[in-house]
């Protein structure tokens, strides 16, 4: 829309993190790191859980609901719409792994589409003070590939919560960055 300008972050707009749960993205394999960062967060704010949420992009919600879960179905109508509850069931378990002992309450969302707006509207439904997400720097090329493919960096640009990094990968000082 020509001339609309989006709500900015302003202090009005702050959900307390004491109370309201985090968002935490995360995907197949990923290291326990992001989701025991997130639950160490989340022990030392108050919040009552963490929303641990994977968005399948080869999927598209067809009807977003009040409490951030999705209907969705694969975007290819050639695949089987249910071979993503292995997928699912994957997740949850790597989920239930990471955080056994992190004494805190996880739920999982399983979603589809854009990652930033999936992640959003998951946000925007459990009332979540912030996100967590992990960064895998080494696997970009070039830094503007980062910038526009990382999704700490779509949150960051696309809505009014703070967006927390956990590096996953770290560039040696001394070396040349992957990105050269």
């Given at each position: 829309m020509p001339g609309h300008v989006p709500p900015q972050p302003h202090p009005s707009r702050?959900?307390?993190?004491?109370?309201?749960?985090?968002v935490v993205g995360v995907v197949p394999d990923q290291p326990p790191l992001?989701?025991?960062?997130?639950?160490?967060?989340?022990?030392?704010t108050g919040a009552?859980?963490?929303?641990?949420?994977y968005v399948d992009t080869a999927r598209h919600a067809t009807q977003e609901h009040p409490d951030g879960t999705v209907t969705?179905?694969?975007i290819d109508p050639?695949?089987?719409?249910?071979?993503?509850?292995?997928?699912r069931d994957r997740l949850?378990?790597?989920?239930?792994?990471?955080l056994g002992d992190a004494q805190i309450p996880w739920h999982f969302r399983y979603l589809a589409g854009r990652v930033d707006r999936a992640l959003t509207h998951l946000a925007r439904a459990v009332d979540a003070a912030a996100f967590?997400?992990?960064a895998h720097v080494g696997r970009h090329?070039?830094?503007?590939?980062f910038l526009r493919e990382a999704v700490g960096v779509q949150l960051a640009h696309r809505q009014h919560r703070p967006v927390l990094t956990v590096p996953l990968e770290v560039v040696d000082w001394q070396g040349r960055p992957p990105w050269d």
């Open positions: 702050l959900t307390d993190f004491a109370g309201h749960p985090l992001v989701a025991l960062t997130a639950a160490s967060l989340a022990r030392a009552p859980a963490l929303y641990l949420a969705h179905q694969a050639d695949l089987a719409d249910d071979s993503w509850l292995e997928l949850v378990a790597q989920a239930g792994a990471a967590v997400v992990g090329r070039h830094v503007g590939d």
